[in-house]
């Protein structure tokens, strides 16, 4: 269990399988977010049916409702939510330094006050591992504290915070069946990160995951932090970039080492009536679509443009339907679900390196988060 | 084509097919609303899913958005929603007369301002046929005058203008891929009743419908109204209640003799956090169903009863996910359409009659509308 198998590599890209108590998961792999235990507007069945294979649900989220113990109850998040496959939770500290309304941090944990309805709660290493425990996802993530990347006097502190958490998130686990990942951190100092990389990789977790990117800082430093702790990360492990991306930044991932992606992206897109398309993002709302017969991409196999012309997608938003959200989430999630794959395959047929260019130039107009 | 074949009979009740160019539909049917062209929150796929066999669509709200020629440009409804089974449009009279901001009804037409932009618009019997036709639906409907049920005076007047009506509407029409049914009224007094029953059978309606009933007055009137008005139609031609009902109306209205309904109640009341069970109408956003392991209905073979637990469903209302109006709209629109189906195969058994009582037992915590 949680072995990770490498079948494939190009260059530092991996195509690989992560065993798991719910499954093989293929990597490279995109995982939708579910952040209150539902991928939002879709049924589990049609996440199934465009070939979802992961899906991260939030720890913070779920812990202040329903509350764990309950879904505990239920008989954890794969039943409560109804998804077969692989989960994973992550450890609700991002959630809590970015959505908690005020919040005190001490070398113990964090106090602060529920975003819902003000009330105080703490979060320490053990209580997120316990909370995770409760959820039962097959992939739980180590408490770590996440600090502005720009403040460069403050991330060492942060960083030698998360490497403690990461400790005692290891000692307090209890369950086999669920795969501690452990957090790297550093900023975008490159001695810190090359630091974090290495204490991390020193303990015993199964899959490591690398924190602080993609929260503030620019493309060039991610991809520079991304070469660096791949090149220190041990082979033998998944690696995950949190909260990651859009196609441009897979692509760039896969080609520096990543092989597991999480992002609210495609449904918060979809929320706001933006859709992928090799054309660069389209906005459906848009007058111009109003009598426009195609899908939203001629190329797509989803069941959105399969079945749907821009002029219905267009006329559901200026409606104000709802199935628009769930229309544009099929769409956006299966454009990022199937590129993965198609990365995927690439790779295990030596063509990835060659296929990048024209990728990057076809997805260009998407670039942006 | 627009043949009616009744195949079994017991007492009023009749079980048939009705002839459509998108298939035969079997009746006694319910029929899901699709207000804009989409039945809220659910794709055409799982409409199929939960045996969905005709699907209603609002003319009034088409012709204001996308509007009428914009449908007929993408190809018609049946293209545009993508809804490969029959389609029914209503007249858009029946809208005007209780969405339009303001209205000034005279004996050419109606005029009235837009719900949505205050535009100003009017409505002939012409006019609702030439954009019927432009929507394309296999039953289109006669622009009538829905009358207050108490306002005793208005009333004879109104049947009288919904007479010279429906002859419009029958000259005006062209397609012959449309049937055109033609709708009675007279509010509660037998009298008008009966007599616009005879003059509505008298024109050339392949299916008419019977207006102005579910609208205030008391359920004693409208069944005393169904009864007699099923006694003076003709048994070989299809009888559509109008905007009706809840699982005791569809198992009454049978029974005196309808063989079409239609209703938005299934899909408003998920909105709402309701659903249809044997245990009466559940409100799911209660609290008491925060730990309930069983389904909503644990005899429903629905997806949302397969599927979900009364807990999930709850989080879901709570934590303000819009998956859970999808999920309650499965299961409200399921319970309709199986019950009608029930209710056809008793038909044909000759134990329609028998079984009423337990139905009407079984459904009646579910009365309201």
Redesign the interface.
């Known amino acids: 269990m949680f072995e990770y198998e490498i079948i494939a590599r190009q260059g530092r890209a991996r195509a690989g399988v992560f065993h798991t108590p719910h499954g093989n998961l293929p990597t490279p792999v995109f995982a939708p977010v579910g952040t209150?235990?539902?991928v939002?507007?879709?049924?589990?069945?049609q996440l199934g049916e465009l070939g979802a294979s992961l899906v991260l649900a939030n720890t913070y989220?779920l812990y202040l409702?329903?509350g764990d113990e309950?879904v505990a109850?239920?008989?954890g998040l794969h039943t409560?939510?109804?998804w077969p496959r692989p989960l994973l939770t992550d450890s609700g500290g991002f959630q809590v330094f970015s959505l908690a309304q005020t919040r005190k941090v001490d070398d113990e944990g964090v106090t602060f006050k529920s975003h819902v309805d003000g009330s105080t709660h703490r979060f320490t290493p053990e209580k997120s591992i316990a909370i995770q425990e409760n959820l039962g996802a097959d992939i739980i993530m180590a408490f770590d504290e996440c600090a502005d990347p720009n403040d460069h006097t403050y991330i060492p502190k942060a960083m030698e915070r998360t490497h403690r958490w990461a400790e005692r998130c290891l000692a307090a686990k209890r369950r086999a069946d669920q795969a501690l990942f452990g957090i790297l951190q550093g900023g975008v100092n490159p001695d810190l990160r090359a630091a974090s990389a290495k204490f991390i990789s020193s303990l015993l977790f199964p899959g490591i995951a690398i924190g602080g990117l993609s929260v503030g800082e620019t493309k060039a430093e991610t991809y520079a932090m991304l070469k660096l702790v791949n090149g220190i990360l041990p082979e033998d492990k998944p690696r995950y970039l949190m909260g990651v991306g859009t196609p441009e930044d897979l692509i760039e991932g896969v080609r520096r080492g990543v092989d597991i992606f999480d992002c609210v992206l495609p449904t918060r897109l979809a929320r706001h009536h933006a859709a992928f398309s090799l054309e660069g993002r389209l906005n459906l709302m848009n007058a111009t679509f109003?009598?426009d017969?195609r899908p939203i991409d001629e190329t797509c196999t989803c069941?959105t443009c399969q079945?749907?012309?821009r002029?219905?997608l267009?006329?559901?938003i200026?409606?104000k339907?709802?199935?628009a959200?769930?229309?544009l989430s099929i769409h956006n999630l299966h454009a990022l679900i199937k590129l993965v794959n198609d990365i995927r395959v690439s790779i295990m047929d030596g063509a990835f390196e060659n296929k990048v260019p024209d990728w990057l130039a076809q997805w260009k107009g998407n670039a942006n988060k």
């Open positions: 209150q235990a539902v939002k507007t879709l049924t589990p069945a989220h409702r329903p309950l109850e239920m008989g409560f939510m109804h109003a009598r017969k069941y079945t749907f012309s002029a219905y267009r006329h559901l200026a409606a339907e709802l199935l959200g769930t229309l």
